[in-house]
Structure formats: structure tokens, C-alpha cells
């Protein structure tokens, strides 16, 4: 007899070792992620993480940028839907419902006048919507109560939707 051991394409076997070594010691879920940022000329910029290929930033010309790649706020909401995405294919491989497709689309408002000099305030994003689409199977119950549990876990919206304290220091 074969057991499956993955669903939506994900390893429920390295889960299920992850979440029983954090069990055993919850030292392990103290983590710690980086990314090395290095100005490139102009508003172009690229990240190294780990030891992945460098992701490559630049801002559309209207902003003075020659728009060789997304800006660092469309990276921000990619970041905060490649997280969604990851939580609905874990959550939905744990609870063993079964993921046709997803998408997600989002969207976010900001007023460029304090990123430009022309007024103090807030510079970032007044609000953001993310819009999401699940193909399943699974019956419309199942779904919507692994949204709840998606968006309960999500270490993106967690952290933007949560004041958390950045220092940002001269070296």
C-alpha cells in the first residue's frame, strides 16, 4: 500500500516534521529571515536572499525610473499574495482539501505627495485589497473557513497590518 503524501503539490511529510520538531522545541519557531539590498544607479536596486538569483527593483518613468522592474510597493503586495498563496496550499493540505487553482489579486492606494517633498505624513499604502479566488472541489464550507484560518496565519498581512517597529540606521 502507497500513501500519498502530497497534496496541492505540497510535502505534508516536511510539514508534519516541522511542526513536530517545533512541538518538541518551541525554540525552533523563533526564525530569522534577511535580504541584502544593493543600489544598482538611478532608482534601480537589486535583493539577494539566500542564494537565490538577485530580484531586480526599479520605479515606472513617471516616477523617474525606466521601469526595468516591478517597484518596491508592487513587491510589497507580491510579497503579501506569494504569502497568501503559500497559506491557503498549506492550510488546505493540512486540512486534506484539495486546491484547483488559486489567484489573487491586489491592490493599494497611496498618495504620493510625502514620498515626493510636497507634504509631511504617512507615505505608504492608505489601504490595500486583496481579491481572492479558490477552485476547489471542496464544498463552499470548507473554503471559506480556510480563508478564516489563512488569514489568521499570514505572516504578511499579520505584519502590514500590524504596526511593527523598523529602525532603519545610518552604518
Known amino acids: 500500500m502507497t500513501v500519498e503524501t502530497r497534496l496541492n503539490d505540497v510535502n505534508i511529510e516536511a510539514v508534519g516534521a516541522l511542526v513536530a520538531a517545533i512541538t518538541e ?3 525552533k519557531a523563533k526564525t530569522t529571515w534577511a535580504s541584502h539590498v544593493t543600489w544598482r544607479g538611478g532608482f534601480q536596486s ?3 536572499v539566500r542564494a537565490f538569483a538577485e530580484t531586480a527593483s526599479d520605479e515606472p518613468p513617471a ?4 521601469d526595468t522592474a516591478p517597484n518596491p510597493v508592487e513587491q510589497l503586495l507580491s510579497a503579501l499574495g506569494n504569502c497568501l498563496a503559500v497559506g491557503y496550499a498549506a ?6 482539501i484539495p486546491l484547483d ?31 481572492v479566488r479558490i477552485a476547489s472541489p471542496a464544498p463552499a ?24 517597529p ?4 545610518l552604518a
Open 91 to 96: 492550510n488546505a493540505t493540512v486540512a486534506g
Open 101 to 131: 487553482s488559486v489567484a489573487i489579486d491586489l491592490r493599494g492606494d497611496i498618495d504620493l505627495h510625502v514620498f515626493l517633498g510636497l507634504k509631511q505624513g504617512h507615505a505608504g499604502f492608505d489601504s490595500i485589497t486583496a481579491k
Open 63 to 66: 516616477l523617474g525610473g525606466q
Open 46 to 48: 537589486t535583493a539577494r
Open 25 to 27: 522545541d518551541s525554540a
Open 141 to 164: 464550507e470548507d473554503i471559506v473557513a480556510l480563508h478564516q484560518r489563512v488569514i489568521a496565519s499570514s505572516p504578511v498581512g499579520h505584519t502590514l497590518g500590524n504596526a511593527v
Open 166 to 169: 523598523v529602525s532603519v540606521e
